[in-house]
T-cell receptor, first 113, second 109 residues
Framework: DAGVIQSPRHEVTEMGQEVTLRCKPISGHNSLFWYRQTMMRGLELLIYFNNNVPIDDSGMPEDRFSAKMPNASFSTLKIQPSEPRDSAVYFC???????????FGPGTRLLVL | QKEVEQNSGPLSVPEGAIASLNCTYSDRVSQSFFWYRQYSGKSPELIMSIYSNGDKEDGRFTAQLNKASQYVSLLIRDSQPSDSATYLC?????????WGAGTKLIIKP
């Protein structure tokens, strides 16, 4: 079975540009999580969807960040405009109903110059 | 604020020895606990979950849970160089996972 799929795997962009990260959760999973990981701050939860509905977005740093989940098999995380401090690895994870275990995608390594 | 705390390390252990990783959590309501392993440049992968007080063994790995002390540990027996990684501890809280900062483990040949 395919795991969580993320694209792109690497993104290099210039400050001020829009960045869109994509995630396809494991088929049948009904919860999706976006995380950001840096050396300084570790793994931070940005937003959590359940059945395509955002449940907790308290970790979204500011209005430059937005996330959508238009259907059960696709989610996006958008940063507009991007800043150098957004440079990090962004992970998407999904979880099946009734279980706590989260399964991570390979991540998107973002570098904002 | 709900927290999971781990010693950041690095923890250096000789090959073949037992590696012991520890974690404490603050939310007494937490019922499920997880150990994830993360190799450099890779994503976290689940290696153990534990839900009841006591020990749970899976191959060379043993997870230990003490809810009274709010303490979780992971023992790795017969440590191998391939066990060198960062180990993340997580506890469930309000349908999410609260993550520790991770302990970097180095197995010396």
């Amino acid at each position: 079975d395919a795991g969580v799929i993320q694209s792109p795997r690497h993104e290099v962009t210039e400050m001020g540009q829009e960045v869109t990260l994509r995630c396809k959760p494991i088929s049948g999973h009904n919860s999706l999580f976006w995380y950001r990981q840096t050396m300084m701050r570790g793994l931070e939860l940005l937003i959590y969807f359940n059945n395509n509905v955002p449940i907790d977005d308290s970790g979204m740093p500011e209005d430059r960040f937005s996330a959508k989940m238009p259907n059960a098999s696709f989610s996006t995380l958008k940063i507009q405009p991007s800043e150098p401090r957004d440079s990090a690895v962004y992970f998407c994870a999904s979880r099946g109903q009734g279980v706590e275990t989260q399964y991570f995608g390979p991540g998107t390594r973002l570098l904002v110059l | 604020q709900k927290e999971v705390e781990q010693n950041s390390g690095p923890l250096s252990v000789p090959e073949g020895a037992i590696a012991s990783l520890n974690c404490t959590y603050s939310d007494r309501v937490s019922q499920s606990f997880f150990w994830y392993r993360q190799y450099s440049g890779k994503s976290p992968e689940l290696i153990m979950s534990i839900y009841s007080n006591g020990d749970k063994e899976d191959g060379r790995f043993t997870a230990q849970l003490n809810k009274a002390s709010q303490y979780v540990s992971l023992l790795i027996r017969d440590s191998q160089p391939s066990d060198s990684a960062t180990y993340l501890c997580a506890a469930d809280s309000n349908y999410q996972l609260i993550w520790g900062a991770g302990t970097k483990l180095i197995i010396k040949p």
